[in-house]
């Protein structure tokens, strides 16, 4: 079956037996993103042990008030927030998680008054994809259906037989 938001929406849109996974579900809102003009691209986010084969698939999106990448994740409904309830992107949280900053998903329709409180609630989802940000796997095309060529990016002291990776800075950076 392609990947693309129409063939998965047929394929499992009010169909109880017929789900999803959470590549599926991101590239859904990838393309609902890209369809009313907001910049999205599909992430991977991986665990290190090359025994932990569960890795997990979240979207980021340019956001232009804040101008800086945000993630969202569709599957768990959520997006991260620091201290200061700023959203969040794939390599802050990473950041901060490793530099033992506060951070937290906030699911939608949480009330972000007392963010420690949702941070203990959320536990289970925070250490689930802090346990899966060791690297990162980025589409290279804004694009309708699955790009074909990722971009990889890894810890620099991480041991890895790939050779062209990309830049922190160019993750960061907008799109174009």
């Known amino acids: 079956m392609p990947i693309n938001a129409l063939d998965l929406l047929e394929y499992s849109l009010d169909i109880k037996n017929q789900g999803i996974n959470c590549k599926n579900k991101a590239q859904i809102l990838n393309e609902m993103c890209l369809s009313i003009g907001i910049y999205s691209r599909k992430v991977w986010i991986m665990p290190y042990s090359q025994y932990d084969r569960d890795c997990h698939v979240v ?20 997006y991260w927030v620091d201290k200061n ?19 937290t998903p906030i699911e939608v ?8 409180k949702l941070k203990n609630k959320n536990i289970d989802n925070f250490l689930y994809i802090v346990k899966n940000m060791v690297y990162m796997e980025y589409c290279t095309e804004y694009t309708v259906g699955e790009s074909k060529t990722y971009y990889l990016l890894f810890p620099q002291n991480m041991p890895t037989e790939y050779e062209l990776l990309i830049s922190k800075r160019s993750i960061e950076s907008p799109p174009v």
């Open 85 to 103: 309830k700023t959203p969040l992107s794939v390599l802050e949280i990473r950041e901060k998680a490793a530099l033992r900053e506060f951070c």
């Open 59 to 78: 979207n980021e999106i340019w956001d232009t008030s804040l101008n800086k990448w945000v993630m969202l994740d569709i599957t768990n409904n959520t």
């Open 109 to 116: 329709g949480d009330n972000t008054k007392d963010l420690q």
